[in-house]
């Protein structure tokens, strides 16, 4: 078997800019942050997959697909068994048509764009201009933001700030303590509750509470599709004493209730399954 570098891929997709670029796999998690000439498209089918850029964490849930676009650096996370990855990089020939393709967004997948995912599965590799096949994938990335008008309402920001981020990590390790707290936290980690408060607003432009509140929230999504636990202990293990508290906060941030969100798992695997 030939050994194909990480550099050799990455030049390969950007290689020629006219063209569709289309990979079946989970390569994209070799690389640490890197950028593409290209917008891309990544869905997966099982498995759940995180995405992160300088500012902000995204979480790709199943029945999801992320859009990247050009020039944006990130670096794709796979976690648990991903049974099937599509990855597709289109050409900007057509970017300024929407401003869709100039943000970052997560996009539940319907059953029309389910079967063209499927139906691209037989191509690998550059798409040429003027073929069947690239038609089919310019109609793909063209009804995109017709089918694609309610992205997924969260996301972890992110900072660089080296006084902040292990409070980050810290709140992430906790999130099953439901006395987590302003107070608390700014003990554990040798902050005055003034301090800590202005130290998020001024990184990460949110509060203590709303990123808590978002943590809690992409765990529970994790949990919920990745797990048996039923939605009570996902409750309690991110932190809910109330389980009505945590499903009215679920829904309010999510769209969804959590019960409405942990069928996306059955969905998927039956899916799977008649594949």
Same mark, same amino acid.
């Given at each position: 078997?030939?050994?194909?570098?990480?550099?050799?891929?990455?030049?390969?997709?950007?290689?020629?800019?006219?063209?569709?670029?289309?990979?079946?796999?989970?390569?994209?998690?070799?690389?640490?942050?890197?950028?593409?000439?290209?917008?891309?498209?990544?869905?997966?089918?099982?498995?759940? /997959?995180? $995405?992160? !850029?300088? @500012?902000?964490?995204?979480?790709? *849930?199943?029945?999801? +697909?992320?859009?990247?676009?050009? %020039?944006?650096?990130?670096?794709?996370?796979?976690?648990?068994?991903?049974?099937?990855?599509?990855?597709?990089?289109?050409?900007?020939?057509?970017?300024?048509?929407?401003?869709?393709?100039?943000?970052?967004?997560?996009?539940?997948?319907?059953?029309?764009?389910?079967?063209?995912?499927?139906?691209?599965?037989?191509?690998?590799?550059?798409?040429?201009?003027?073929?069947?096949?690239?038609?089919?994938?310019?109609?793909?990335?063209?009804?995109?933001?017709?089918?694609?008008?309610?992205?997924?309402? /969260?996301? $972890?920001? !992110?900072? @660089?700030?080296?006084?902040?981020? *292990?409070?980050?990590? +810290?709140?992430?390790?906790?999130? %099953?303590?439901?006395?987590?707290?302003?107070?608390?936290?700014?003990?554990?980690?040798?902050?005055?509750?003034?301090?800590?408060?202005?130290?998020?607003?001024?990184?990460?432009?949110?509060?203590?509470?709303?990123?808590?509140?978002?943590?809690?929230?992409?765990?529970?999504?994790?949990?919920?599709?990745?797990?048996?636990?039923?939605?009570?202990?996902?409750?309690?293990?991110?932190?809910?004493?109330?389980?009505?508290?945590?499903?009215?906060?679920?829904?309010?941030?999510?769209?969804?209730?959590?019960?409405?969100?942990?069928?996306?798992?059955?969905?998927?695997?039956?899916?799977?399954?008649?594949?």
């Amino acid at each position: 078997m030939i050994k194909v570098k990480n550099e050799d891929l990455l030049f390969a997709i950007d290689e020629k800019p006219e063209t569709m670029y289309v990979w079946h796999s989970r390569f994209e998690d070799r690389f640490q942050d890197h950028k593409h000439l290209k917008g891309q498209l990544t869905y997966v089918e099982g498995g759940i /997959i995180f $995405l992160y !850029t300088k @500012e902000k964490s995204y979480f790709l *849930p199943a029945r999801h +697909y992320v859009w990247i676009p050009a %020039g944006v650096e990130h670096h794709l996370q796979h976690r648990y068994h991903a049974a099937i990855v599509r990855n597709i990089y289109f050409d900007t020939t057509t970017d300024d048509e929407s401003p869709f393709y100039k943000q970052i967004g997560i996009y539940p997948v319907n059953n029309l764009l389910l079967e063209m995912f499927l139906f691209s599965e037989r191509w690998n590799g550059n798409i040429l201009p003027k073929t069947h096949e690239y038609d089919f994938l310019n109609t793909l990335k063209n009804i995109l933001p017709v089918v694609s008008e309610h992205p997924l309402p /969260i996301a $972890l920001p !992110t900072t @660089e700030n080296m006084r902040l981020r *292990p409070v980050l990590r +810290y709140i992430v390790d906790g999130l %099953g303590n439901d006395n987590m707290s302003l107070e608390s936290v700014g003990k554990a980690m040798g902050f005055s509750e003034r301090t800590l408060s202005r130290l998020f607003q001024s990184a990460l432009d949110t509060s203590f509470f709303q990123y808590l509140k978002l943590a809690r929230m992409i765990k529970a999504m994790e949990k919920l599709l990745e797990s048996d636990a039923t939605i009570s202990e996902v409750a309690y293990q991110v932190g809910y004493n109330s389980i009505s508290s945590f499903s009215n906060t679920f829904y309010k941030m999510v769209g969804k209730r959590p019960s409405e969100f942990k069928e996306l798992k059955q969905s998927t695997l039956t899916k799977i399954n008649l594949v």
